[in-house]
C-alpha cells in the first residue's frame, strides 16, 4: 500500500496548474482589460508550460507504476486531462475576445 501513496506526491503539482489556469481563465473572462494584466505571450507560455510539465509528469507515472507493477494513478490523469483541456480553452477564449474587441 506504501507503493502506492507515491503517486499522491504529483496531485499538489497538477492541482497548483490548475488554479493558475482557471485564474488566468477568469481573469481572461471578467475582465475588460484583460491585457494590461496577461498578455499574448504570458498566456501562451503558461499554457505550454503547464501542459509540458503535467505531460512529464504523467509519463513519469507511468514509468513508475510500471517499475513498481502496480497500477497507474487515475486521479492524476483526470488532472492531466483538465490541465490540457484548460490549456487549450484558455488560449481559445483569449483569441476569441481579442477577436470581438477589435
Known amino acids: 500500500m506504501e507503493i502506492a501513496n507515491v503517486f499522491i506526491n504529483f496531485r499538489p503539482i497538477y492541482i497548483l496548474f490548475i488554479v493558475i489556469l482557471i485564474i488566468t481563465l477568469m481573469i481572461t473572462i ?8 496577461i498578455s499574448e505571450f504570458t498566456l501562451a507560455i503558461t499554457s ?14 507511468g514509468i513508475l507504476s510500471d517499475e513498481l507493477g502496480v497500477g497507474g494513478d ?15 480553452v484558455n488560449v481559445v477564449v483569449y483569441y476569441f475576445k481579442k477577436r470581438i474587441a477589435r
Open 30 to 37: 471578467f475582465l475588460k482589460n484583460h491585457d494590461k494584466i
Open 74 to 88: 487515475v486521479v492524476s490523469f483526470v488532472m492531466f486531462i483538465v490541465v490540457v483541456i484548460l490549456s487549450f
Open 48 to 61: 505550454i508550460i503547464s501542459f509540458a510539465v503535467s505531460a512529464f509528469m504523467t509519463y513519469q507515472i
